[in-house]
Antibody
């Protein structure tokens, strides 16, 4: 069974750096083709794709947030970490990680339960 | 990368069919069959309902179907049921190796 779980601070202040961890089980990020993405959702708003890291350590970022995001993986710990710098209250929302079973296919399944992050001014 | 365009809401009575459109560009929906759809009931994480335009994962009822024409993908729910009430999002791979989501559609069962 594939599961993912996000963890990180629930409350951060403006201008600070956010570090979120996605801990997964049931698959390996060293398996060819497998990827993990981060997606966020402001309260009452739509999903927004943030970043993706591939089994071969290739990384891709949202064009609009590229300068503020860093994604990395620790294959031995089955973890993917996302850092976001220079936080603003508009970054408040639920942050999800999700597996992409095959980089050549392009769908997210399954998703973690999400972690709510509130940015105070 | 601009969000894919979806109608804010659609509604139907139990047993009816509803269709949600998802309009992108020739840099995403138009050139790839990597369009997927997600169901998100209130307070829950999104769940994959359709992948690669028209394929259903195991366990998803066959009343959910997907299609694509040009830059627009569609999700149809046939035989609408009360449990289908949720927000629905489309997603597409893009020409820059990134992803983009739709603006989201709230499905209401009358």
């Amino acid at each position: 069974q594939v599961t993912l779980r996000e963890s990180g601070p629930a409350l951060v202040k403006s201008t600070q750096t956010l570090t979120l961890t996605c801990t997964f089980s049931g698959f390996s990020l060293s398996t060819s083709g497998v990827c993990v993405s981060w997606i966020r959702q402001p309260p009452g708003k739509a999903l927004e794709w943030l970043a993706r890291i591939d089994w071969d350590d290739d990384k891709y970022y949202s064009t609009s947030l590229k300068t503020r995001l860093t994604i990395s993986k620790d294959t031995s710990k089955n973890q993917v970490v996302l850092t976001m710098t220079n936080l603003d209250p508009v970054d408040t929302g639920t942050y999800y990680c999700a597996r992409i079973p095959d980089y050549n296919k392009g769908w997210f399944d399954p998703w973690g339960q999400g972690t709510l992050v509130t940015v105070s001014s | 990368q601009s969000a894919l365009t979806q109608p804010p809401s659609v509604s139907g009575s139990p047993g009816q069919s509803v269709t949600i459109s998802c309009t992108g560009t020739s840099s995403d929906v138009g050139i790839y069959n990597r369009v997927s759809w997600y169901q998100q009931p209130p307070g829950t994480a999104p769940k994959l309902m359709i992948y690669e335009v028209s394929n259903r994962p195991s366990g998803v009822p066959d009343r959910f179907s997907g299609s694509k024409s040009g830059n627009t993908a569609s999700l149809t729910i046939s035989g609408l049921q009360a449990e289908d009430e949720a927000d629905y999002y489309c997603s597409s791979y893009t020409s820059t190796s990134t992803f983009v989501f739709g603006t989201g559609t709230k499905v209401t069962v009358l």
